[in-house]
């Protein structure tokens, strides 16, 4: 039987502030740095840290243990709205030139410049 991937709807963005709504990082914000919309999951910098162990390379012939961002699943994740101070849903909205904007269901205010 063939494995078919399934891409899920990601609300969210690289690069788009956001807030980890639940989990043992929960409160945090920070910059999405990467988006998998296969798996349905993101990688929020500074959360979700994880251990890694690394053999000497020569880009780092120490070795040693790496701290770094493992992903979350995106619905753990919400849009930080800077206006409102705090994760908010997003609506989206098309400009009087055609273009389609997402914006703050509680102030308006746009996300992609």
């Given at each position: 039987m063939k494995s078919e991937v399934i891409k899920k709807k990601v609300h969210v963005k690289k690069g788009d502030m956001v807030q980890i709504i639940s989990g043992?990082?929960?409160g945090k914000k920070g910059?999405?740095?990467?988006?998998?919309?296969?798996?349905g999951r993101v990688i929020v910098e500074g959360a979700n840290l994880v251990k890694r162990?690394?053999?000497?390379t020569?880009?780092?012939?120490?070795?040693g243990i790496v701290e770094?961002?493992?992903a979350v699943d995106s619905s753990?994740?919400?849009?930080?709205?800077?206006?409102c101070k705090g994760p908010v849903r997003i609506s989206k909205k098309i400009l009087s030139d055609g273009k389609k904007v997402r914006t703050c269901n509680k102030c308006g205010e746009e996300?992609?410049?």
């Open positions: 043992k990082d929960a910059k999405i740095l990467s988006v998998d919309p296969a798996k162990h690394t053999r000497p020569q880009a780092k012939p120490q070795g770094k961002e493992a753990n994740v919400m849009i930080y709205c800077s206006k996300f992609d410049k």
